[in-house]
């Protein structure tokens, strides 16, 4: 009798993508002694979330890793995401990505997030099954939809009759009636995207947005192309520093995504290292060069826990790549971007 | 090989102290020599804080003199410390700020860093022996359409610092002692309130500088344009 | 909060100068009992047929004494035995050299030249130029264009003192052998010389470094020429033999108009200057450079700032500095401005 064959064990811990000097949490275990690294008393902390698969043609990957700020102060990632696949009455078939960045200066953002990104995406996808959707039409009446289903319902809450009976998404446990707007306040992302590519490769894709989570089209010549958003039906441009729901106008633009393109929603953790006025920075020109194509899951979660001077925010991407045909590539363990 | 920018952020504090030779009778070189290295230790100590900001010590007397330049908390073994001197010329102070804040964010910004707007920490004792000059210096110091690099500054007076003056210098905020506390003490208290400043100012995910409460001695003075 | 205090930088020159003088006495006592080799019987011991040759051989044996003793100072002022090894055989060798050649200028001049009309003349003439070159290889031991001229100029001035002080002494000794009258001479001629070049090396420094230590008061080491060497070789002006993180050749400092430029050399780490990260900068008095695990504290010569205090960097090229205005208050300030004490250091608390 042979002796018991155990699970190879011998790979190497995962190394950490560091993108210059190493941070002061650079090479600092998570449990260690320093405590730099909290649990959250209340739970749903979503250190790491992480949703991947294929529809259609599309590959989708979203991952969320909690920032170094809120895992020092022991608070919950302030980040979330929604997927959904969505019908329309005509059989045509899309995925509904939906991407939120609480305010810190909002208490209970995280809670915000974790709700507004769930309940936009189902908006998103009753609408689409709606026998009125068309893209256009919902560009023109996102604002409306949001005001009028989504509000409601982020700022109302039953008030649990005990701890027992806590609805899911960790809704605070003061009245809602008790909390202000002000406290939920987020940033919203939206993108619809057809599963299928167009003619010639080419698919008309909606793109909402409020507040300063970007959403790039990394090209496949590696250039981060930033689309830029039309004036709203009322005719004021939505500003950066807009948050929802204090406000609920949101920027829409449609941008054609062609074949070899990946869509990235991202939260301002990631995309303020992506580039700036004078070009891409490093993080930014390493990220164009692996996110061409499909990575496996653990790798893409390590990519989006870069190491990375003052970059202590959460980080959240939501990654669409066109083509899944993607080549075989060696994985490499690149530790270090120069 | 030039290296691609990271884009790190940095937040630059310069902390800028009297050491005219009236703060020796007062405790005050004592006070700021010790508070030191009790606000190197709280920002070096703070992860967060420590790889987002830049410290610099200027002090000012007869001439102003750059003690420690810009520099990251855990990068400093020591220091020079303050040492009572002449007299008390605020446009030195001004004219030196002016200098360092290009200097230094041209050296950051070559760097490939992203560099948000410097903050100012003006502390003083007394009222400023050049009293016809150094406004002019320091209009041209804080004014944002002749100097896009213009710092925000919050200015500290204790003992025979005069109120008006003291809201003329601090664009986002002043702060006198009040009258019968000992400047020493008061000195310790300023020096808290702006590690504060600068811990609360870093550890948010959007840098930007937070006004300290009045520090414990002190009360808050309006602030007035030059 | 811990202070690292040195003594004052006055007292730091003054014990130099005393220390130097001190070994010229030692080297003199030294060189003397050295020379009395050459005596035997009130001649000659070597060359005793030739007074030219014999003289140079006792002026050799008495000025590598001092020659040795006066190169040994900078192993003891540095608390650096090593650096012994590295002073001490240039110092033997010039000495030898040197002092052979001032004994035959010396007999040449005092027998020859000025003859028995002036003898206390000639004495002091032949005693200036072996100190001369006595100074000139203490100076080359240390390999420093300006040591060799303090060394020379030095060694000039105390040998004329020691030789206008030799008949006087002579003469108070008395006694019926000139044995005593020379050992006092010579031990009177070494401090002069000590101390002239103690003197001469304290006011041609701007700058000295201090090396910070753990253990006790800083060694003070001066900086005498135009550039200077900081490493871990025996034979540069700053040694650090004890951190081995430095290079032989690590550091260069450069004497400018500004301050001093530090550079890092060649195959170097880099340092930190005031506690940024560089490999070249401009330092000014009471900067603080750490390389390796070694700190560096910049000092004045005469304890107040000898430069410019603002702006330690260079200037960049845009011209937003505006100068200091010219109309400063004419009052006297409130504190004179007598030399003042170095600016304290202040330790940071070492990180949680």
């Known amino acids: 009798m042979g002796e018991e064959s155990r699970p190879d064990d011998s790979a190497r811990p995962v190394t950490t993508l560091r993108i210059g000097d190493a941070s002061s949490f650079g090479d600092n275990q998570w449990w260690s002694n320093r405590d730099w690294h909290q649990l959250v008393a209340d739970g749903f902390g979503a250190d790491v979330a992480c949703d991947a698969g294929t529809v259609g043609e599309l590959a989708i990957a979203a991952i969320s890793v909690r920032g170094h700020k809120h895992r020092v102060d022991g608070l919950p990632n302030e980040d979330s995401f929604a997927i959904r696949v969505a019908k329309s009455k005509v059989g045509e078939e899309f995925v509904v990505l939906v991407l939120c960045d609480g305010l810190s200066s909002a208490t209970h953002s995280a809670f915000a997030a974790r709700r507004t990104s769930s309940l936009v995406a189902d908006m998103l996808r009753r609408i689409i099954a709606d026998d009125a959707f068309t893209m256009q039409a919902l560009s023109y009446g996102l604002s409306q939809c949001l005001r009028e289903f989504v509000v409601p319902e982020l700022t109302t809450w039953s008030s649990p009759a005990t701890a027992l009976s806590l609805p899911a998404y960790g809704v605070p446990s003061v009245e809602s009636s008790n909390v202000q707007p002000s406290e939920l306040l987020v940033t919203l992302t939206i993108a619809i995207v057809p599963t299928t590519n167009g003619e010639k490769g080419a698919s008309d894709v909606l793109l909402g947005t409020i507040g300063d989570s970007p959403a790039y089209v990394l090209l496949k010549n590696g250039d981060w192309l930033k689309p830029s958003y039309g004036e709203q039906d009322d005719g004021v441009l939505t500003t950066a520093t807009a948050a929802f729901p204090k406000t609920t106008d949101i920027a829409v633009t449609q941008i054609i995504l062609y074949e070899g393109d990946c869509l990235c929603l991202m939260s301002d953790g990631v995309g303020n290292f992506i580039q700036n006025k004078s070009g891409q920075l490093r993080l930014g020109k390493h990220l164009a060069e692996v996110w061409k194509t499909p990575r496996d899951i653990p790798t893409l979660v390590r990519d989006v826990s870069f190491d990375l001077r003052s970059a202590d925010d959460d980080r959240t991407v939501i990654l669409c790549w066109t083509d899944r045909e993607a080549e075989d590539t060696e994985i490499t363990d690149e530790t270090e971007v120069s | 090989m030039s290296e691609t920018a990271t884009g790190e952020n940095i937040l630059p504090f310069y902390i800028v102290c009297d050491e005219s030779g009236s703060m020796e009778g007062i405790g005050g070189i004592d006070a700021i020599n010790s508070g030191l290295p009790e606000l190197h230790s709280t920002i070096a100590s703070d992860p967060l804080v420590s790889d987002k900001c830049r410290i610099g010590l200027i002090s000012f007397s007869d001439i102003a003199e750059e003690l420690l330049p810009l520099s990251r908390a855990t990068d400093i073994p020591a220091m020079p410390g303050v040492q009572a001197k002449g007299v008390t010329n605020y446009g030195e102070a001004f004219t030196l700020l002016r200098y360092l804040i290009d200097r230094d964010i041209d050296a950051l910004k070559s760097q490939g860093y992203q560099v948000f707007r410097p903050a100012v920490f003006f502390i003083t004792d007394g009222e400023p022996t050049d009293d016809q000059t150094w406004e ?88 007035q344009t030059v | 909060m811990q202070n690292s205090p040195s003594s004052s930088p006055g007292s730091n020159r003054n014990s130099r100068i005393l220390l130097t003088g001190a070994f010229g006495a030692a080297g003199g006592l030294v060189g003397a009992l050295l020379g009395e080799i050459q005596f035997l019987d009130d001649e000659y011991r070597f060359f005793p047929d030739n007074i030219h040759l014999g003289a140079g051989v006792w002026f050799m044996l008495a000025m590598v004494g001092v020659a040795i003793a006066l190169a040994a100072t900078e192993s003891v002022l540095q608390k650096n035995t090593e650096k012994l090894s590295a002073h001490l055989p240039l110092a033997l060798a010039a000495g030898l050299g040197g002092g052979f050649v001032a004994g035959i200028i010396a007999q040449f001049v005092y027998g020859d030249v000025i003859g028995e009309s002036n003898p206390r003349l000639a004495r002091v003439i032949g005693w200036a130029i072996a100190g001369a070159l006595g100074g000139l290889a203490v100076g080359f031991s240390f390999r420093s264009n300006t040591r060799i001229r303090n060394g020379a100029l030095g060694g000039l001035g105390g040998g004329a003192i020691g030789g206008i002080l030799f008949d006087p002494i002579a003469e108070a000794v008395g006694g019926d052998s000139a044995v005593g009258a020379r050992i006092v001479a010579l031990i009177a001629i070494g401090v002069a010389i000590g101390l002239l070049m103690g003197l001469l090396d304290a006011v041609s420094t701007n700058f000295s470094i201090e090396v910070l230590s753990r253990e006790g008061a800083p060694r003070v080491i001066p900086l005498f020429d135009q550039v200077s060497i900081v490493g871990c070789a025996r034979n540069v002006a700053v040694t650090l033999s004890r951190d081995p993180l430095i290079k032989e050749h690590h550091l260069r400092l450069t004497r400018t108009p500004q301050g001093l430029r530090v550079d890092s050399m060649q195959g170097a780490s880099t340092f930190t200057l005031n506690g940024v990260p560089t490999s070249s900068g401009t330092a000014t008095v009471g900067s603080l450079i750490v390389v390796g695990n070694t700190s560096l504290r910049i000092a004045g010569r005469s304890g107040g700032p000898t430069m410019p205090q603002v702006a330690p960097n260079p200037a960049p090229q845009q011209t937003s500095y505006v100068q200091p205005q010219d109309h400063r208050p004419t009052t006297a300030p409130s504190t004179p401005p007598a030399a003042r004490p170095a600016r304290p250091t202040i330790q940071m608390k070492p990180k949680k």
């Not at chain 2, 600068?198 to 937070?210: E, M, Y």
């Open chain 2, 136 to 223: 002019p210096t320091y209009r041209s110091l804080i004014d944002k359409n002749s100097n896009r690099r213009a710092p925000n500054v919050i200015a500290f007076g204790v003992n025979g610092a005069n109120a008006t003056t003291i809201g003329k210098i601090g664009t986002v905020g002043a702060f006198i002692a009040s009258s019968g506390i000992n400047p020493g003490n008061a000195l310790k208290e300023i020096l808290r309130s702006l590690t504060n400043s600068i811990v609360s100012s870093s550890s948010s995910s959007t840098p930007q500088l937070v006004v300290p409460a009045a520090p414990d001695g002190c009360t808050s003075v309006p602030l």
